[in-house]
C-alpha cells in the first residue's frame, strides 16, 4: 500500500533531495512537494517568519491532498523555529486543521529524530547567522534536548547555502562538532545532503541529521511508517520496520 507524505517546502534551493530519497527508499513511499515561495529566501528571523505565515502554508495544502498526501510536513526549519516552541505547535496546529491531516515540521522532526536515536546531547553545524542559529538552539532546548556546542557559517540566503558542495559541508560539520555530542544536526533545510549522509557520519564519527532526511522521517512517523534504508544514515537504521507497530505522533488534529 503507497504512503504519501506531503510536503511544503520554502521557495527553491535543495528540493530535488526529496526525489533522490524517494528513490533511495525504492518502497511505495511518494513525496509529493510544493515550494511555497519564491526568491532567495533571506536568512533573517523577520523573513523567516513571514515564510511560515499560516496563509501561506494553507494555500498549497489542497494541491497535496489531491495528490493523495495522509501527512504534511512543513520542510523549513527556519520558517517554524522562529516562533518559538509554542508558536510553532500552533503554527502546526493551524495546518493540521485546515488540511484535516496530521501535520508537524522539521523543526520539531529534529527533536523526535535525537530522541529516536536515545541522544540528547548534539552538536549543530548551521549555514544560518549566528542569531538564526541561536533560535534553533532555543528551540532544541525547549524540547529537552542539550546543545554541547553550534557552529553558524553566515549564510545570508537559502541561494547562498545551496550552492555549498559536500567538501563545504563537511568542513561546517567537522568544525562544529563537539567530543560530548552524541549527534551532529545540519539543520538547513537548502543544504544538498541526501547522497552524503553515510559520508558525513563516517568524518564526525557519530549520527548525523540533515533537514531533509529528517523532514521525509518525521512525515513517515506520522504515518506510522517504518523504513530501513542505512543510505539515509543511522535515523533510517535504528530498527527494522515491524508490521502494524503504532507509536506516539506528536501534533496532530484532524477534523
Not at 494555500?59 to 518559538?84: K, Q, T
Not at 564519527?205 to 517504518?226: C, F, I, Y
Request: hydrophobic residues 45%; aromatic residues 6%; glycine residues 10%.
Amino acid at each position: 500500500m503507497t504512503t504519501t507524505v506531503g510536503l511544503l517546502y520554502p521557495g527553491h534551493a535543495a528540493e530535488d533531495d526529496f526525489p533522490r530519497i524517494e528513490i533511495t527508499l525504492d518502497t511505495d513511499i511518494r513525496l509529493p512537494l510544493l515550494s511555497t515561495e519564491d526568491g532567495e529566501g533571506a536568512y533573517s528571523p523577520g523573513a523567516l517568519r513571514e515564510s511560515g505565515a499560516p496563509e501561506r502554508l494553507a494555500e498549497g495544502v489542497e494541491e497535496l491532498r489531491l495528490a493523495g498526501a495522509e501527512a504534511l510536513v512543513w520542510a523549513s526549519p527556519g520558517g517554524s523555529f522562529v516562533y518559538g516552541w509554542a508558536g510553532a505547535h500552533n503554527q502546526i496546529a493551524t495546518l493540521a486543521r485546515s488540511a484535516g491531516l496530521p501535520a508537524s515540521s522539521t523543526a520539531f522532526g529534529f527533536v523526535h529524530a535525537v530522541r529516536e536515536l536515545g541522544a540528547g546531547r548534539v552538536a549543530v553545524a548551521a549555514a544560518w547567522p549566528e542569531d538564526v542559529t541561536a533560535l534553533f538552539a532555543e528551540f532544541l532546548v525547549a524540547g529537552g534536548v542539550e546543545v554541547v556546542s553550534s557552529g553558524s557559517a553566515g549564510a545570508t540566503t537559502a541561494a547562498e547555502a545551496a550552492a555549498w558542495e559536500i567538501d563545504r559541508v563537511k568542513e561546517a560539520a567537522l568544525a562544529a562538532d563537539h567530543p560530548d555530542a552524541e549527534v551532529l544536526l545540519l539543520p538547513d533545510a537548502a543544504l544538498h545532503t541526501a547522497a552524503y549522509i553515510p559520508e558525513l557520519e563516517e568524518a564526525v564519527g557519530k549520527p548525523v541529521l540533515t533537514a531533509n532526511q529528517v523532514t521525509v522521517w518525521e512525515g513517515l512517523r506520522l504515518t506510522d511508517r517504518h523504513v530501513w534504508a542505512p543510505t539515509l544514515g543511522t535515523l533510517f537504521a535504528t530498527r527494522r520496520p515491524v508490521p502494524g507497530a503504532v507509536e506516539p505522533k506528536g501534533i496532530e488534529v484532524r477534523e
